[in-house]
């Protein structure tokens, strides 16, 4: 098992982490150490696997398969993940949201099933369907790296081709896009 100290020193000899580590940060630093132990644990062997997994979330962007990138490319989804954006945007701290209700609720308005919204926001931060709980990710990856990736793949999505999806998909079948499959969103008429 990995500790908080021998990760800490691996950071610092990989130099993802400054030595010594600043006083005022070194509260912020514990926490972050603490919250990947927890999402990741027991998914890495060694610290290495560990220094990579944390290379990994300091990137600014992800790689997306090709076939992936394609599911997402339709309106609903580009909006969707816009406003997972700007949801993350307005929350002062990624620690302890309700990502669950959130992001059904956000995924209701473009009436994206919840479960697939949540992997295309999976998808689009990670670039995998696997991996921690989003609640874990969010605030290891912090509000600036979401909003980044983000971006990163609404571009890719509104550029090129644009949001025109493949008409066939592999082994020559019709290519399915992640698409509205819910009723409209209710309205309120209590008012």
Same mark, same amino acid.
């Given at each position: 098992?990995?500790?908080?100290?021998?990760?800490?020193? +691996? *950071?610092? $000899? !990989?130099?993802? #982490?400054?030595? =010594? %580590?600043?006083?005022?940060?070194?509260a912020? %630093?514990?926490?972050?150490? +603490? $919250?990947?132990?927890? +999402?990741?644990?027991?998914?890495?062997?060694?610290?290495?696997?560990?220094?990579?997994?944390?290379?990994? @979330?300091?990137?600014?962007?992800?790689? %997306?398969?090709? @076939?992936?990138?394609? /599911?997402l490319?339709? /309106?609903?989804? #580009?909006?969707? @993940?816009?406003?997972?954006?700007?949801?993350?945007?307005?929350?002062?701290?990624?620690?302890?949201?309700?990502?669950?209700?959130?992001? +059904?609720?956000?995924?209701?308005?473009?009436?994206?099933?919840?479960d697939?919204?949540?992997?295309?926001v999976? *998808?689009?931060?990670?670039?995998?369907?696997?991996? =921690?709980?989003?609640?874990?990710?969010?605030?290891?990856?912090?509000?600036?790296?979401?909003? *980044?990736?983000?971006? !990163?793949?609404?571009?890719?999505?509104?550029h090129?081709?644009?949001?025109?999806? @493949? !008409?066939?998909?592999?082994?020559?079948?019709?290519?399915?896009? #992640?698409?509205? $499959?819910?009723?409209?969103?209710? $309205?309120?008429?209590?008012?």
């Open positions: 098992m990995i500790t908080a100290s021998a990760l800490g020193e +691996a *950071m610092q $000899t !990989a130099g993802l #982490l400054a030595r =010594p %580590v600043p006083a005022g940060d070194a912020a %630093v514990e926490r972050w150490i +603490a $919250t990947f132990l927890e +999402a990741y644990g027991d998914r890495v062997r060694s610290l290495d696997d560990a220094v990579a997994q944390v290379r990994a @979330l300091r990137a600014e962007a992800v790689i %997306v398969p090709a @076939l992936e990138l394609e /599911r490319r339709n /309106r609903a989804v #580009l909006f969707f @993940l816009d406003a997972v954006g700007q949801y993350v945007a307005d929350q002062p701290e990624l620690r302890g949201l309700p990502l669950d209700a959130d992001l +059904a609720v956000i995924a209701q308005e473009f009436r994206l099933d919840p697939a919204a949540r992997g295309a999976r *998808m689009a931060i990670m670039g995998t369907h696997d991996g =921690p709980p989003l609640e874990l990710l969010f605030p290891l990856l912090g509000h600036d790296r979401i909003m *980044m990736r983000i971006g !990163a793949i609404n571009s890719h999505l509104l090129g081709r644009g949001l025109v999806p @493949l !008409a066939v998909g592999p082994g020559g079948k019709p290519f399915r896009t #992640l698409e509205p $499959t819910l009723d409209a969103a209710p $309205t309120d008429k209590s008012t």
